[in-house]
């Protein structure tokens, strides 16, 4: 069921910020963390903020908008 739960959350994921492909869930059971699918991205291995509910990694991942928000992006991402 869990794994069934993030394959739908998976598709609430907003394109990488930084090349525009498509994006995933990487982890597992309570250590979730988003990544990017094209490979050569810098996002591709994704970001090891390792969050137990995937739900909380997708509202992280798509924070997004203006250039202040981009430079505390990382930031932000981490912060637990």
Same mark, same amino acid.
């Given at each position: 069921?869990?794994?069934? +739960?993030?394959?739908?959350?998976e598709k609430k994921l907003l394109p990488c910020p930084? %090349?525009?492909? *498509?994006? !995933? $869930? @990487?982890? !597992? /059971?309570?250590?979730?963390? /988003?990544? %990017? =699918? *094209?490979?050569? %991205?810098?996002?591709?291995?994704?970001?090891? %903020?390792?969050?137990?509910? /995937?739900?909380?990694?997708?509202?992280? #991942? +798509? =924070?997004?908008?203006?250039?202040? @928000? *981009?430079? +505390? #992006?990382?930031?932000? $991402?981490? !912060? $637990?």
């Open positions: 069921e869990l794994l069934m +739960n993030c394959k739908q959350a930084f %090349c525009g492909h *498509k994006a !995933r $869930l @990487k982890g !597992r /059971p309570k250590e979730y963390y /988003p990544a %990017c =699918t *094209k490979e050569g %991205c810098l996002l591709y291995y994704g970001i090891d %903020c390792s969050v137990e509910d /995937p739900y909380d990694v997708i509202a992280r #991942w +798509n =924070t997004r908008g203006g250039e202040q @928000k *981009k430079k +505390n #992006w990382f930031q932000k $991402l981490f !912060r $637990l």
